[in-house]
């Protein structure tokens, strides 16, 4: 599995993001596809994830109402609009996909729950 990011660049504090996620290879067995970041010398943390099956998805604290993560079918299957962005939000944006099932039975938000990742694209809001 391969997984690619878009969209990333630069935006003014207040302003919206959209990010894609293209995928190829055997994505047959996607249980769950997430998004997280990583701002420099910081942990990597999770946005959003969506359950592939199910169709749901969860949202980490510091992006609920904020973030919205939607999928598709298509060799673009993810696609995360960030809007309101603050300058804290600058980090590179990752994502990622869990083939086993590890997000089934151990929290979606680990990052060590997931199989595959993306190379990142860099997101930079400006205050």
């Known amino acids: 599995v391969q997984l690619v990011e878009s969209g990333g660049g630069l935006v003014q504090a207040g302003g919206s993001r959209r990010l894609s996620c293209a995928a190829s290879?055997?994505?047959?067995?996607?249980?769950?596809m997430g998004w997280f970041r990583q701002a420099s010398g910081q942990e990597r943390e999770v946005g959003a994830s969506?359950?592939?099956?199910?169709?749901?998805?969860n949202y980490a604290d510091s992006v609920k109402g904020r973030f919205t993560i939607s999928r598709a079918n298509t060799k673009n299957p993810l696609y995360p609009q960030m809007n309101s962005l603050k300058p804290e939000a600058t980090a590179v944006y990752y994502c990622?996909?869990?083939?086993?099932?590890?997000?089934?039975?151990?929290?979606?938000?680990?990052?060590?729950?997931?199989?595959?990742w993306g190379q990142g694209t860099q997101v930079t809001v400006s205050s």
């Open positions: 290879g055997n994505t047959f067995r996607t249980y769950t």
């Open positions: 990622a996909m869990d083939t086993h099932g590890s997000t089934w039975l151990a929290p979606w938000s680990q990052p060590s729950n997931y199989d595959y």
């Open positions: 969506i359950d592939w099956s199910r169709g749901s998805s």
